[in-house]
């Protein structure tokens, strides 16, 4: 990864430092050292023109979609961030109960023990992603419908980025993504949890403040350990090539409520993590939440959004296991009203963990401080949806190829964790 832009106008300059690291393969392409420069600058300058092949038609709708749902979730409900010990007694629980808080214990000795993770104030990490939208199925039946696919992450595919993550005990987080060009920005100030990007105004979550998924992919074992430990263990499966227990987290009604509106109603949201048998650590976290679209002239549309994280490549950092690649498919499911409008979109993700750190020296709360035009969400009427219609704007203007007769009712950007009124939604779409 770069982390700095050399001076072209004058020789006797300084090096800019940028704010997120360039990924190393950006040079790769160019010999030239200047030529190599002058990549980057396109690649954080995207050009409408320079497209890449895409399931939607256009390389900028594809991107947003992907930093839309894939670049900062977060975890379904609040997770308690004090020190309260996790070998908590297992006695007086059901027997599914018992098994999930023993294999937690095992978990936390296995990521480095209470004494380690206790002694852990604040983390830095750098890395670089990989993202694409690889796959769209649209049609009656979705999985007997022809699909589009393009080149997934595993063959070389989709849009390069980087990404800087701060957090702070305890609940102070921050991250910043740039993926081709396109930037998101995301944290928590312990009191509201915030995202900001370029094509719509800063806007907070509704709901409590939650953690950012990406701390628990690895990251972060006391956040994960804290999570889990009021999970129950459902059974055992293998997951690549690893025997895993399955641990199973239902998101309270009062919780979904809380994240609901009187246009959007958060259904269900469900987490597993999947423990390897052998090491004790976290082998794959997975995620799905149900939402429904209201509308007064049907029952509503419904969207099922499922993720599912490989978490790989565990190293030992100041005493922790810490897990420094990885991979995350997305599905979005689209149903309700008639069967022809029924669509199914996947996306891919791989990532890896450049430098990590703890315990940073000079990392101040005025960090973590949000917006200073940050939407709140008591302000606002509904979720970050994208409400189909012939009168609805679109945040994200979603265009087939000609050849297909998909429309752009048909795939929205669904992002649960923003919050906005929908007459607030701009008409800069027309500009995508």
Request: a negative charge.
């Amino acid at each position: 990864m770069r982390k700095l832009c050399p001076n072209f106008d004058r020789e006797d300059g300084l090096d800019t430092v940028l704010e997120i690291p360039i990924p190393e393969e950006m040079f790769a392409s160019h010999k030239s050292t200047s030529l190599s420069w002058q990549n980057v600058k396109s690649w954080m300058k995207p050009n409408p023109e320079r497209l890449a092949p895409s399931v939607f038609g256009g390389r900028n709708t594809e991107i947003q979609l992907l930093l839309g749902v894939a670049g900062a979730p977060l975890i379904p409900l609040p997770v308690r961030s004090d020190h309260h010990p996790i070998n908590q007694s297992i006695k007086d629980h059901p027997i599914e109960a018992s098994m999930a808080k023993y294999i937690v214990q095992q978990y936390i000795a296995a990521a480095g023990g209470e004494t380690a993770l206790n002694s852990i104030d604040s983390m830095y990490a750098m890395g670089k992603v990989r993202m694409v939208a690889s796959e769209f199925t649209a049609g009656e039946v979705c999985k007997n419908s022809k699909a589009m696919k393009v080149k997934g992450v595993r063959h070389g595919g989709g849009e390069m980025g980087g990404f800087v993550l701060w957090q702070k005990r305890p609940d102070f987080w921050c991250l910043e993504l740039v993926v081709s060009g396109c930037k998101i920005s995301a944290g928590s100030d312990g009191v509201v949890a915030w995202r900001q990007t370029p094509w719509h105004h800063s806007h907070a979550s509704r709901g409590p403040p939650r953690p950012l998924r990406r701390t628990l992919q690895g990251l972060d074992p006391r956040t994960t350990g804290n999570l889990f430990s009021n999970s129950v263990c459902i059974g055992e499966k293998t997951i690549n090539e690893e025997d895993c227990f399955i641990l199973k987290l239902e998101t309270e009604a009062s919780t979904l409520r809380a994240r609901s509106s009187k246009n959007v109603e958060i259904m269900r949201h469900t987490v597993w993590g999947y423990f390897s048998q052998r090491t004790g650590l976290l082998v794959q976290l997975s995620d799905s939440h149900l939402l429904r679209i209201k509308s007064p002239a049907s029952d509503g549309v419904f969207w099922e959004t499922t993720m599912e994280s490989l978490i790989q490549d565990y190293r030992t950092v100041d005493g922790l296991n810490i897990a420094h690649a990885g991979t995350t498919s997305v599905s979005l499911f689209r149903f309700g009203e008639n069967s022809d409008s029924h669509s199914r979109t996947r996306m891919e993700e791989s990532w890896t963990i450049e430098e990590v750190d703890f315990n940073i020296k000079g990392l101040s709360l005025d960090c973590f401080l949000p917006p200073a035009d940050l939407k709140k969400a008591d302000d606002q009427e509904g979720c970050h949806v994208v409400v189909e219609g012939r009168n609805a704007k679109l945040p994200l203007k979603i265009s087939a190829p000609a050849s297909s007769k998909v429309s752009a009712a048909k795939v929205v950007a669904i992002d649960l964790d923003d919050s906005y009124s929908m007459d607030d939604v701009d008409d800069d779409d027309d500009d995508l």
